[in-house]
């Protein structure tokens, strides 16, 4: 058996023990079983960031800054409205030193509700980016998942450009702070304020862009769509599939 076979067969269990997480115990005995097939030998990630210019970000100048000091500020923070509204802080949660940083858009709750410590993007959705990190064979210390919007608030709320603009801080400060090898947007939200770019999620995802924070660093940023959207229209659990392969086969290769 060659390279190439092995490689074969070890994408189709990766694509098998996927299906199995997100609960497809069972295929059709028909034509769609041979277009399953053919899709499980999915093709491998590119190492190289694209050769576009990296977003750089000025000024950024915040060294062995402890997670835990943003934290507090971030449970204290009372820079815009929605601190006025917030239902619970929503720091984030994972390893101290991830390899992959997961960045959603933010917490809702119903009104009034208790939402669980702990919960980043709904308890659906929390337990759907475990079973994601199982999948691709990621233990759950090498992610860290947290949001752009660090407020989880009631489902009538709309954040908006501006309280993402005054949130992005935080996220910027933690990624400093974790440097991760690979961060993954899900949702829009996430994905235009990491990279400024006001394409369609369907036309961005799929591929890696560079988030430079300096001249010497830069992290591969690859968006996908997000849990919340992802239980309302399974169809596009194939993509987001393929997204999360790409980022196991890029870290293999760092």
């Given at each position: 058996m060659d390279a190439q076979q092995i490689d074969f067969l070890q994408s189709v269990s990766s694509l098998l023990h996927y299906h199995?997480?997100?609960?497809?115990?069972?295929?059709?005995?028909?034509?769609?079983?041979?277009?399953?097939?053919?899709?499980?030998?999915l093709p491998a990630a590119s190492a190289a960031v694209p050769r576009e210019k990296a977003r750089t970000i000025p000024g950024v100048d915040v060294p062995d800054e402890r997670m835990i000091d943003i934290v507090d500020e971030v449970c204290s923070c009372s820079?815009?409205?929605?601190?006025?509204?917030?239902?619970?802080?929503?720091?984030?949660?994972?390893?101290?030193?991830p390899k992959l940083l997961i960045v959603g858009g933010w917490l809702t709750g119903e009104e009034g509700a208790i939402i669980p410590t702990g919960g980043i993007l709904g308890q659906e959705e929390d337990g759907m980016v475990l079973r994601m990190l199982s999948a691709i064979r990621l233990p759950p210390e090498d992610a860290f998942v947290t949001n752009v919007i660090k407020c989880a608030v009631p489902l009538t709320c709309q954040p908006s450009a501006?309280?993402?603009?005054?949130?992005?801080?935080?996220?910027?400060?933690?990624?400093?702070?974790?440097?991760?090898?690979?961060?993954?947007?899900?949702?829009?939200?996430?994905?235009?304020?990491?990279?400024?770019?006001?394409?369609?999620l369907s036309q961005l995802r799929g591929k890696f862009y560079p988030f430079a924070l300096s001249d010497q660093k830069s992290i591969p940023v690859i968006?996908?769509?997000?849990?919340?959207?992802?239980?309302?229209?399974?169809?596009f659990k194939k993509a987001t599939w393929e997204d999360l392969q790409s980022i196991a086969k890029l870290l293999k290769t760092m």
């Open positions: 199995g997480a997100i609960g497809i115990d069972a295929y059709p005995a028909d034509a769609t079983l041979s277009r399953f097939l053919e899709s499980a030998a820079g815009c409205v929605l601190h006025t509204k917030r239902l619970l802080s929503v720091p984030g949660k994972g390893g101290e030193h501006e309280n993402i603009h005054t949130c992005f801080s935080f996220l910027l400060r933690q990624i400093i702070a974790l440097s991760p090898e690979v961060i993954c947007t899900m949702g829009i939200a996430a994905t235009k304020a990491l990279l400024k770019n006001t394409q369609p968006p996908t769509y997000d849990p919340t959207f992802l239980l309302r229209n399974p169809e």
